[in-house]
């Protein structure tokens, strides 16, 4: 007598593909809406992914699943938008401020072997402040969808990138980055400082609309191994 499993993992061997992961043993809405974004990366023509968004929207909407408003999958050019708001909206106080010049002086000073350790404490704060903030301060749950080389989530780099662009940009354009004749290392302690800001703005600028319309940037995925 053949065991039933054993029989369908044969079959599943012989058609050359493979089998289908079982179940969880309590599935709840997360799981079908994990299965439902998976299904919409797989599916090729347009239409089909419009008719699974039309299925996640509905699932959404069902009384009790009130909770996944909070819930964040997509990444599209509207969020890059809100994340540069929200780095222009918390940089803007600072660049009128005297004390970046201060801290960067700080930072530039203060060397051990010739290396800027607080500087680069204070960049390692900045990145993980905002995986903080994206990820675990718990405003929206947001998952992680084609992450860049399969390892860094796109809206955690795009957020790091846009408040460091407009760090910069707006340092720059205001005047103040070359101000007072500032040594390299001070110039990067000014846009390092202003930074932390503006990332923070950043992210909140990104999710607290919740998920934005839009197409899904997946198509700019950057795998190893891609064709």
Do not use: C, N
């Amino acid at each position: 007598m053949v065991d039933s499993d054993d029989g369908e993992t044969r079959r599943a061997d012989k058609s050359g593909e493979p089998a289908a992961a079982p179940p969880p043993a309590d599935p709840d809405v997360d799981d079908l809406l994990a299965k439902l974004d998976a299904l919409r990366d797989t599916v090729d023509e347009g239409h089909e992914r419009e008719k699974v968004r039309q299925t996640i929207s509905l699932v959404e909407r069902m009384p009790g699943t009130g909770a996944l408003a909070e819930r964040i999958t997509k990444y599209t050019t509207r969020d890059l938008a809100e994340s540069f708001v929200g780095a222009v909206l918390f940089a803007l106080p600072l660049l009128v401020e005297g004390g970046v010049f201060e801290i960067a002086a700080w930072f530039a000073a203060t060397t051990v072997a010739g290396v800027p350790v607080l500087l680069i404490g204070h960049l390692g704060f900045v990145f993980l402040a905002t995986a903080g903030l994206l990820y675990y301060a718990d405003f929206r749950q947001i998952a992680i969808r084609h992450p860049i080389f399969g390892v860094i989530p796109r809206r955690y780099a795009g957020v790091l990138l846009v408040s460091l662009t407009t760090a910069s940009v707006m340092l720059l354009f205001w005047g103040r980055l070359h101000e007072g004749d500032p040594t390299a290392l001070e110039r990067v302690g000014r846009i390092a400082v202003v930074w932390a800001a503006a990332a923070f703005g950043a992210g909140l600028g990104d999710i607290l609309p919740g998920e934005s319309k839009g197409e899904d940037l997946g198509k700019l995925d950057l795998e190893i191994g891609d064709d």
